[in-house]
């Protein structure tokens, strides 16, 4: 415990550190690995996807964000620009969708405040749904919401100095985890802290991580249970003079130890438009001990949801 505690202390540049590291420590004394956590972590880039099925959105998804399925349905948050003049990103309007598993679009909600329309990826704590709300530019601001899907209400939980561009809420611990634009910070947020001082106002504590991973850039999160985090994303790589190319991939955070634990690469690309499936949102779920199920929607508008499977066996390594 000890060496745990001192890897915390060193890894992690708190602004309050000891009102969280002690809740990171000492909570979730549940380590033991979901089983789609050990279906990834069995995979590598040589891994066959297999193309299941592709259901087509009846309606206009805009720049989709982060996707949950829940039940049959998916849950998806998008951005729509309204731009005054050419590059302007200051108006704009965040969506939160909610969409039948035939593409048929069941319910929108509007989120945000004024330039803070951006939403991030979202995730789904079997209660309520996580997004932020963003101004679209790095280093801006954020709103945090928390959406109850079975009663279609929001409420904002806090506001922060820094566009969020996924948030996900550990709800062994309570700790609510979030990235930067591009990813290049990882935050951690104690929901019982955040609780207190929605009232009084005061400053609200908080762990911040720079992310020593940056083969990718993380679009979506998706809590795995057994203090892992799945993020997803995309990068783009150009060489002078030549088209770019996108690299996207899977990596899988121990969010207690602060340290990635696995990394996959996703070669695989959209049909209509060449993007990597892991350019916008994407959601994974495991159908049986030796199947991945995944689910993408890489395209913007006129967005159709790929779905495919793997077939995985399980690593002896522990």
Known sequence: ?????????????????????????????????????????????HTIWKEVSSISFSFP??????????????????????????????HGKGYLFQVSATGQLLNSLELGEGPLYHPSGIDFDGIHLWIALAAYKPNSQSIIYQVNPSQMTVKEIFRWKDHLGAVALNPDTQILHGASWGSRRLYQWDGKEVAKKQESKDSIPYNSQPNPSSYIDYQDNQYLGGGEMLYSGVATYKKPGEPAFSLGGLEIWDILEGKVVHQLPIPLWSPKTGRVMTQNPCFLEALAPNQVRAYFLPDDNESSLYVYEAEVELSNEK
């Open 1 to 45: 415990m000890s060496s745990r505690r001192n890897f915390l202390k060193s890894s992690l540049l708190p602004l309050s550190l000891g009102a969280l590291v002690p809740s990171l420590v000492m909570a979730n004394p549940n380590r033991s690995q979901s089983l789609l956590s050990q279906l990834l972590k069995s995979m590598t880039r």
């Open 61 to 90: 998804t805009h720049h989709c964000q982060g996707m949950v399925k829940i039940g049959e349905d998916y849950w998806v948050s998008s951005v729509e620009v309204l731009p005054k003049f050419a590059g302007d990103r200051s």
